[in-house]
């Protein structure tokens, strides 16, 4: 009729393909709801399109009539990227499930969300693995009995709020497949909210998951078992609308108006714009039965939108340097041409090839870095073999593990010793300090004459050889805490290096490096 | 066009900044035995032995410990004032790690009570002063290969 505009109806979007979803299957609600709010968006017919993955869930874009891809198990989100980025202009949805989404493309949603664009995703859960026949998914509760878990689930579920809510989703909410209409509300405030949309669907997989979901979604029980978020309104629950949620401290409890002088104010007011997610992350770890399950909008927050932002860059960085060309990017500088029979391969290169100069550089910068002009720094690079040689005279004394702790005192007190090594020429049992010794012996009562020092010896789990650096060994003593490490040496036996030693040849350094510039003066 | 290191500055740096150990503390009187306990308490090897009023008497150490006590005759409840070094050396927070390192060079102890007037701040230990200048040169000593022969002559990857 002229003069008035003509409206899409839902029957614009039901398609003509036969569905194959079991009778009494969760999903058909949200094709129900789906189908209720498309036309109720303004936008034209050919500007939708549905994209899924591989399940039961997924085989939703066939029975809506608008554009869609059937495509790879859980690279929906990956497809959708793609699709809002060359065409911003449409209004694109991702259809999953928990299998698809948190299993086999778990990877694909996290950064989907994470850089919001304009997507609204439709995850349906389900707690199993429907399409190939009752497999545990990783969503399946703990103790779950399906094909793949006979003896029950033993793996920790996924939250899906929780990964969504990491995932910097700027839109989160959750719905009950028994609730169609407050499924169509939400999808709607979804499809309305500019970023990432992300729902949850807990939806019943009649066959092999029938009671799923069944505790919260019958319509007997749900007043007192759901907790339906609604903006500025205290968090209030049950069929005598009697029950809320407060915080003690930084948990949420379960109160009950009129109980224990508690009223109405004491509640916890739903937010959906906080922008921190600290607030939605408390309600998507609020589970039944410990809680109310939280169902609505979760959080709905305002942040940059990814296809914009490319735009945008695109804009500007053709204002900078002009519309480029396809073909000379993809010959770039260097590229081979093969024959049609594959018996000459040509290559073709145009001046230098910046890969090679790109590593070089990146090897003259390591160099630098390494080749240090300070002199101290320099020396960290000395061997530690003249180290030990140049400032400790005496070879470190070793005992055998069988020598009484008696004797590891007297060694201790005639040779003024800090530490003692314990082994023979070939092997290295443990090392023995003036610390092992006073905590054993003051306060303990041992026989010191018989008990053998294995029993009080502490094990080496680092030997040094003499060519490491005095870098290295700064480093493993910062590690192990202690002030002495062994050294292998290259003529056989063991030597000790010390702090006190290190220290001396840090000193003799920079006595040196001080001389050499009063000298230069 | 290589980068030049700047040269190293943490030399002046006061020893405030580096991480001091908590100190043992004992009172006067205290025997040699409960004296060994709280040093195994704090994880540390040495102790301080204060007066009434918290001042500063001595110091014992694992050393002293090893020489002056163990296989002697004196019994464990001897008071640690009998053994411990008296008059300790010390210093205070604005000493510098290159002072520091000085004084560990040129004396044989390990551990230097750092005392702002008379109130113990912690104790400045040898291990603590090398952790401090290798803390500084993360290239040089911290952020490679367990060994240095295995530092990479060439990048690779890409």
Redesign the interface.
Known sequence: MDGLKEYLTRKDFVSSSEVRWCPGCGDYAVLNAVQNVLPQLGIPKEKYVFVSGIGCSSRFPYYLDTYGFHSIHGRAPTLATGIKVANPELSVWVVTGDGDGLSIGGNHLVHALRRNLDLNIILFNNKIYGLTKGQYSPTSEKGQVTKTSPYGVIDEPINPLRIALASEATFLGRVVDTDPKHIAEVLRAGAEHRGATFVEVLQTCVIFNKKGWADISERASREDRLLYLEQGKPLIFGEKRNKGIMLRGTNPVVVTIGEQGVTASDLVVHDMYREDSVYAAMLAKMEYPAYPMPVGVFRAVKKPVYEDELEEQIKQVTALKGRRNLQALLRGSEYWTVSGNGSSIKRSSTVGSP?REE?QV?????????????P??AS??TKIGRIFYDYDYKRSKMLSPRDSIATA??N??SA?L?CILVGDTKRLYGML???D???N???TSIDRDRMPISAIMRPVYEIM?E???L??V??I??IS???HVPVRLKDGGFGLVT??Q???F??DT?QQVVKQEEELQ | MPAVRKKETFWSEPIAKVALQRAAVVRSGTTIVDAVREMKVNQIGCVLVVDAQGALLGILSNGDLLHEFVGTTLPGDTPVDTIMTKNPFTATPELNVQEALEIFHSQPFRHLPILSGSTIRGILSIRGLMAFIGEHLPLEVLNLPPDSSLIAARTSGG
């Open positions: 890969e590593s990146m090897d003259e910068q390591v160099h630098a870095l390494l080749k240090s002009t300070d101290l720094t960290l690079k005192i007297a201790f007190k003024r800090e300090s003036e610390r010794i006073i905590q012996v003051v306060l050889d060519s490491n650096s870098g290295d700064i480093n003593l910062s805490g202690h002030r702090v006190r290190i220290l001396s840090i000193h920079v």
